[in-house]
């Protein structure tokens, strides 16, 4: 069975660091890519960039170049999302999501991580 | 960059209902690579259809998907109550993937 499990809901203060993850299972990792969609309050969905587990190959969405780095253990089939500084227009729900690659659907989805950056 | 509109903004359909949900691109999608996915509130969204019109495994057949190039549609031919959600399209026929606005339908 596919599985993305995503770590629990953050809560942080401006300028501080953060690294979430979403671990997969259930299928082979020199196949798939996990991508990475946020979803600010209310609003809809925006890919961010996607990491395919067999090498960590990365490729980033423009809108998020340099404001995020997405990493990932493919001893563990752990993909992350982190964050140096955050800011308060981070707060946001985030997916991971399997892909077979950068130009495919998005079939399984992780329930969701919500980080809340706050003061 | 390609540009999705999606329409209405909201569609408000009693049970049994026909839905019919639009998602028009500034530019022609290559391939019939457009998906479709329905997020309910709380939860993470799902892969309702693929291809234009390929249904996922498990979406029932009431969904069905049509269209080319820069117009498509996805069809709820009568809607269920679990069925209210918002519908979502997205071409991958290029990188980086982006979204529709999206489609609420509500309970009328």
């Known amino acids: 069975e596919v599985q993305l499990v995503q770590s629990g809901a953050e809560v942080k203060k401006p300028g501080e660091s953060l690294k979430i993850s979403c671990g997969a299972s259930?299928?082979?990792?020199?196949?798939?890519?996990i991508a990475w969609v946020r979803q600010m309050p209310g609003k809809g969905l925006e890919w961010m960039g996607i990491?395919?587990?067999?090498?960590?190959?990365?490729k980033y969405s423009p809108s998020f170049q340099g404001q995020v780095t997405i990493s990932a253990d493919k001893s563990t089939g752990t993909a992350y999302l982190q964050w140096g500084s955050l800011k308060a227009s981070d707060t946001a729900m985030y997916f991971c999501?399997?892909?077979?690659?950068?130009?495919?659907?998005?079939?399984?989805w992780g329930q969701g991580t919500l980080v809340t950056v706050s003061s | 960059e390609i540009v999705l509109t999606q329409s209405p903004g909201t569609l408000s359909l009693s049970p049994g209902e026909r839905a019919t949900l639009s998602c028009r691109a500034s530019?022609?999608?290559?391939?019939?690579?457009l998906a479709w996915y329905q997020q309910k509130p709380g939860q993470a969204p799902k892969l309702l259809i693929y291809?234009?019109?390929t249904r996922a495994t498990g979406i029932p057949d009431r969904f069905s998907g049509s269209g080319s190039a820069t117009d498509f549609t996805l069809t709820i031919s009568r809607v269920e109550p679990e069925d209210f959600a918002v519908y979502y399209c997205?071409?991958?026929?290029?990188?980086?993937?982006?979204f529709g606005g999206g489609t609420k339908v509500e309970i009328k």
């Open positions: 259930g299928f082979s990792f020199t196949t798939y890519w």
């Open positions: 999501a399997r892909q077979r690659g950068s130009r495919h659907y998005l079939d399984y």
């Open positions: 291809g234009v019109s």
């Open positions: 530019q022609s999608v290559s391939g019939n690579f």
């Open positions: 990491i395919y587990l067999g090498d960590s190959d990365t």
């Open positions: 997205q071409p991958y026929d290029n990188s980086p993937l982006t």
